[in-house]
């Protein structure tokens, strides 16, 4: 089984900063890719950044400049660390870890439960 957990969501003012983290523990294939998503009430879950386990990052273009993801390969963990918060960056964060099976190609994609991110203007 494998587990994904969020944290470091809360409150910020805009102009403010927060950094969020997420550990991957569990039985898993080396992770490939890690990201981050957010989904904003009524809205979809869109992408706002991810990085390779070479560390090639790709950014939402709403964030780009002020977000910096990373990870440690080593200890399955990632980080998202936000600058400038903007108030339409409000959202539930989530955390997913895709692994791929070296034998068949098989992907998989692990999900963390999200954390809460709320920016008052």
């Known amino acids: 089984q494998v587990h994904v957990v969020e944290s470091g969501g809360g409150l910020a003012q805009a102009g403010g900063s927060l950094r969020l983290l997420c550990s991957v523990s569990?039985?898993?294939?080396?992770?490939?890719?890690m990201g981050w998503y957010r989904q904003a009430p009524g809205d979809e879950r869109d992408l706002v950044a991810n990085?390779?386990?070479?560390?090639?990052?790709n950014y939402a273009d709403s964030v780009k400049g002020r977000f910096t993801i990373s990870r440690d390969n080593a200890e399955n963990t990632g980080s998202l660390q936000m600058r400038s918060l903007k108030a339409e960056d409000t959202g539930v964060y989530y955390c997913?870890?895709?692994?791929?099976?070296?034998?068949?190609?098989?992907?998989?994609?692990?999900w963390g439960q999200g954390t809460q991110v709320t920016v008052s203007s």
């Open positions: 997913v870890a895709e692994s791929r099976d070296p034998t068949g190609g098989t992907r998989y994609y692990y």
């Open positions: 569990g039985s898993l294939f080396s992770i490939n890719a």
């Open positions: 990085i390779t386990s070479g560390g090639n990052a």
